[in-house]
C-alpha cells in the first residue's frame, strides 16, 4: 500500500515544532534501517525515569515493560534490551510476524572479530558510521532475547482489555486470546508471507500462554509505535486504556481502510493525508500529547519523522 503524501503537512498543525536540520550525510548513517537508533535515543531522553539504572530504582521493582507495536524484525526491542546500562527492561514485540534478530547478531560478532574496524565505525559523522558499532561496549557477552507478542494490536485487542478491566474474567480473555492468535497468523500484514525457516535462534521469546499476555499487557509501562500502519489508532488508544504513556511516529494514513476516521471543526471531513492524521491523532489526548521531529535523514515528510507522545507520569 503506498503511504499518501500531503505537501502542506507540518507547518499547519505543528506550532512547537523547532527546525533542526539533518546532520552531515552519511552513507551507513542515512540508511533507512539506522532510523530506529535515532528512536532509540529519543526515547532514552524522553523517558529517563523508564530507562533508569538499576541502581536508581526500587530493587522490588519488576523489569520494565515497553510494548514495541508493529515492530517487524524486532530491532528497537533487540536494541532496549541489549544497549542500556544497567538497567532491566523487558521489550516486548506486538506483530504477528516472526522477528529476525540474526543480522543485529551478526554484526556484533563481526565488530567483535574486527576491533580496528569497530572504532573506525563508531565515528560518527562519516561515511563508514555504524550506530551499532556505537553501542558496541554497552551490549552484553551473552545476547539477551526479547519477547514476543504474535498479535495484531487493533481495536478488537483494545476492546478485549477494556472488557476484562471491568468483568475480571480471564475465561472471556482466553477465548479472545485463542482466537486473536489465529487471526495473527492468517495476517499477511503488507504482504507478508511466512516462511517455515523464518524461526531460528536468533528470533525472540514467543509468548503463548493466555495468562502471561495479559499480564504482560496490563503490566506494560510506555508503548511504542515507529511507522505501525494500521496499528496508529490502537497504539494510543490502548495507552490511554492503561493510563502508560505512548510514543507514536506515524506514517501511512489507509485512508480507505479507517473511514471512521473524521476531523471535527468548522468542516467535517475524513482523515486523507498524512496532515490529517496527525491532527486526528492529536485529538486523542489533546490536553497532554507532544510532538517533536526525529533528528534522522530525509525530508519531515516522505521520511515521517514527526513523533507524537506522552511524557511520564501519566
Known sequence: TQCSTSASVIPSIIQNKIDIPDPPTSTRAASRKNRVYELRRFLLETYPD???SRQERDK?????????????KGDLSWLLVNTIDSVEITSVVVDPRLTKHKHLCKSVSYLRDHPAEAILRAIPDQPTHQPLAALLEKIPTTIRRTQHLRLLLDNYLVEAIQEFQITKSKAAWSQFWSEAMARARRAQTLGYV??????????????????????????????????????????IDLALLLQIPYCVVPCCVFPSEFMHRRIFGSDERLVRTYSDLLEYLKAKDPDHVKIAELKFHGDPVTARKIVLYREMPF
Open 60 to 72: 522490588k521493582d519488576k523489569p520494565s515493560i515497553v510494548l514495541d507495536v508493529a515492530g517487524g
Open 50 to 52: 523508564l530507562f533508569s
Open 194 to 235: 511466512e516462511k517455515k525457516t523464518d524461526e531460528d535462534e536468533f528470533s525472540c521469546t514467543v509468548i503463548d500462554d493466555a495468562d502471561e499476555a495479559l499480564e504482560t499487557i496490563l503490566s506494560a509501562r510506555l508503548i511504542v509505535g515507529f511507522h505501525p500502519d494500521q496499528a496508529t489508532d490502537s497504539c
